[in-house]
């Protein structure tokens, strides 16, 4: 079995993709209905004149469809029509190149935090996404979100320039009216990705995340978001119905697409999620269409495979029907067979550097990974450097050697590294609670958390979960992965020193050891060289964190952090004593993961140890989402790489690195 990413951790939460499932409409003009079932998530704007934006509806046009908003993807599903429910009605104008959208959402119980308070899942909210490029290729979605009264844009727009919102809010819910100003112009027969969220928090601690079209984590997949398409009165709706075979992929559903796409008019298209079953069903204008699954990554089991393209096929949609649909099946792409048998930096020469190139640029072509920053080790030197790639799959600007990505967990080890210096003076006991130097207040209701110490977060014994303010476990009681650990002794070294984190990194691990290329929050100069995170081959513009946090937040390259590496193996900074703790196996992780399962691996303090044929390693790996890396150090050899990338599947490369560079292909049992 290949690795996981090995001890890392994840900054956003990523949930499962949830299935379509699909009822059947008749061929209907949508002006005629009062209220469709909708879990075909396509709807249809039809023109009308400006309205005035004030949340009040009674100038809306009386015969238009409503959309049910009614998908509970996350928490709880609601008890009644009356304790959370929605609906949406969409129009258009196509002079003012402005979409309008209704929402009337029922809510019993109206939860609005605090102006300083803006997390999703704690009070009421709503969110408005939309594709406005629409690209088959792929396109950047803008999320427009109001939690309690706190309004955010991410994705392809940062700021609400081209939104507005206006709601009013009685005791039984509310009524919520936007206007989006389309940038391009809005065309008959066109379509567009659009998805409407209600967020409901009640008071007895409830919640529930509903929309429209299917599935969570829409803003880095469009194929979740619904379909809207812009018709003229009276356009017949037919329905079309087919099949997808999946069943030589594996014997688990896995989610699949198909895109169909209209003929005469090339900006009609819509991609949705087939059923479980691998039925689909969903209704179109009348005309000439074809369907296809189209390419795709998808994650089975750790890891990413890419799903072949599957054939054209085209028919005709009419009042009696549409013609007969073969059965679409869909095979998986065979994967870069190009592990060496032996590791690369053994014989390192001019020839391994081309074959070093050929392989990252086999992966990024398989996977869609935009770009990588690479560095080698041997003998203790960084013998190789280079960059490969774009920083942004729509801009297409290069990775260059100044290129900083996210570092993702790998900010710990240099956390660690840190509070292990402090140690050796004297500054903090590694055994000493950290309740004595600062109270977690919000954990207060567990009184078993005064028992934490430093050496607890590092080796992660803490008992807190990765992220989470609870306790899941007795102190020291078991492994546990935590990033909300290193948070708090974060808050706990600031209390002591007296100092902000980033001056204290500076002056106990940069400075002395000549390091570069290190940051750790958002400025003005970090803008200019971060790269962005894709999800999906989807930029994803998540925003640099404005706070260092040392669980996630470090922003390198490969040859800087090369530098950190080395100082580790050159054993600088630190007392002999403290490095044999800090590079020993203290508690081991989870053997599903181990690369040998007759071989330990586990936490050092703050770093991990991996016990191989070549000697021992130290390491972490990185995953927040939308950036993967991992760095590796063979301890006797004096070899090891670092790899950063800016993608989710770019750990099909950070997975295969121990046995690209050192150990060679892994022969399967």
């Not at 032996?342 to 070093?356: A, I, P, R, T, Y």
């Amino acid at each position: 079995m290949k690795n996981f990413l090995r001890h890392s951790q994840t900054r956003l939460i990523f949930h499962p993709f949830p299935l379509f499932v699909f009822l059947i409409l008749s061929c209907q003009n949508p002006k005629e209905n009062s209220m469709v079932t909708t879990d075909d998530a396509i709807a249809y704007a039809i023109p009308i004149d400006a309205i005035n934006l004030d949340g009040d509806l009674s100038d809306w046009p009386k015969d238009m469809t409503l959309y049910k908003i009614q998908n509970a993807e996350l928490g709880e599903i609601p008890k009644s029509n009356e304790d959370f429910q929605g609906n949406f009605r969409i129009g258009y104008n196509v002079g003012q190149s402005e979409i309008y959208i209704a929402m009337e959402i029922s809510d019993e119980s109206l939860v609005i935090e605090s102006p300083d308070v803006s997390f999703w899942d704690n009070q009421d909210g709503l969110e408005l996404y939309i594709n406005e490029k629409s690209l088959k290729s792929g396109s950047p979605i803008t999320q427009y979100s109001e939690y309690g009264n706190d309004r955010n844009a991410y994705g392809a727009r940062t700021a609400w320039d081209k939104v507005e919102m206006a709601k009013n809010v009685t005791e039984n819910g509310k009524t919520v009216e936007w206007k989006v100003k389309l940038d391009k112009p809005i065309e008959e027969g066109m379509s567009l990705g659009v998805d409407l969220v209600a967020i409901d928090k009640d008071d007895d601690d409830t919640f529930t995340w509903l929309s429209w079209g299917k599935g969570t984590q829409k803003l880095t997949n469009p194929d979740r978001l619904g379909n809207v398409i812009f018709i003229a009165d009276n356009t017949e709706i037919g329905r079309v119905k087919g099949k997808v075979n999946t069943s030589n992929l594996q014997a688990k559903p896995i989610p699949i697409s198909v895109r169909v796409s209209n003929t005469e008019n090339e900006k009609m298209w819509v991609q949705t999620i087939v059923d479980s079953t691998g039925n689909f069903s969903l209704p179109l204008p009348l005309g000439n269409y074809q369907i296809e699954v189209p390419t795709k990554i998808v994650e089975l089991d750790y890891r990413f495979h890419k799903l072949a393209p599957t054939e054209l096929i085209t028919f005709a949609l009419g009042k009696d029907g549409h013609d007969p649909i073969p059965t679409l099946e869909v095979k998986m792409l065979p994967e870069p067979e190009i592990i060496p048998a032996k590791g690369l930096l053994h014989d390192f020469n001019n020839e391994s550097k081309e074959h070093v190139d050929e392989i990252i640029m086999a992966y990024q072509a398989h996977y869609n990974i935009p770009g990588v920053s690479l560095a080698l080790i041997k003998e203790g030197k960084v013998v190789y450097h280079k960059t490969y790639g774009v920083k942004n799959s729509v801009t297409k600007e290069p990775v260059d050697e100044k290129t900083l990505f996210e570092a993702a967990s790998i900010t710990k080890p240099v956390f660690a590294f840190v509070v292990l210096r402090l140690a050796d003076r004297n500054i903090i006991d590694l055994d000493k609670p950290l309740y004595e130097y600062l109270p977690f207040e919000q954990l207060a209701k567990y009184p078993e958390y005064k028992k934490i110490t430093a050496r607890h977060v590092l080796i992660h014994r803490t008992g807190l979960p990765n992220w989470g303010i609870e306790m899941i476990n007795e102190p020291g009681e078991k492994y546990g992965y935590s990033g909300e650990g290193f948070e708090y002794l974060k808050r706990v070294v600031v209390e002591i020193t007296g100092k902000p984190i980033e001056q204290i990194l500076n002056e106990e691990l940069i400075a002395p050891n000549g390091l570069y290329h290190m940051e750790f929050s958002d400025s003005e100069a970090l803008r200019e060289v971060v790269s962005d995170g894709h999800v999906g081959n989807h930029p994803t513009n998540w925003g640099i964190p404005q706070e260092a946090g040392m669980a996630f937040s470090m922003h390198t390259e490969a040859k800087a952090f090369a530098q950190y590496a080395l100082t580790i193996l050159e054993r600088k900074g630190l007392k002999p004593q403290t490095y044999s703790e800090f590079l020993k196996i203290h508690t081991e992780s989870n053997p599903e993961f181990w690369n040998y399962p007759d071989k330990a691996e586990g936490a050092g303090l703050g770093i991990f140890i991996r016990k191989t044929d070549f000697g021992d390693t130290f390491y972490h790996g990185g995953n927040n989402g939308d950036f993967k890396c991992q760095f590796e150090v063979y301890d006797k050899l004096k070899m090891g790489y670092i790899i950063y990338t800016n993608s989710d599947t770019g750990s099909e490369l950070t997975m295969d690195a121990w046995q690209i560079f050192v150990e060679g292909k892994k022969e399967e049992n």
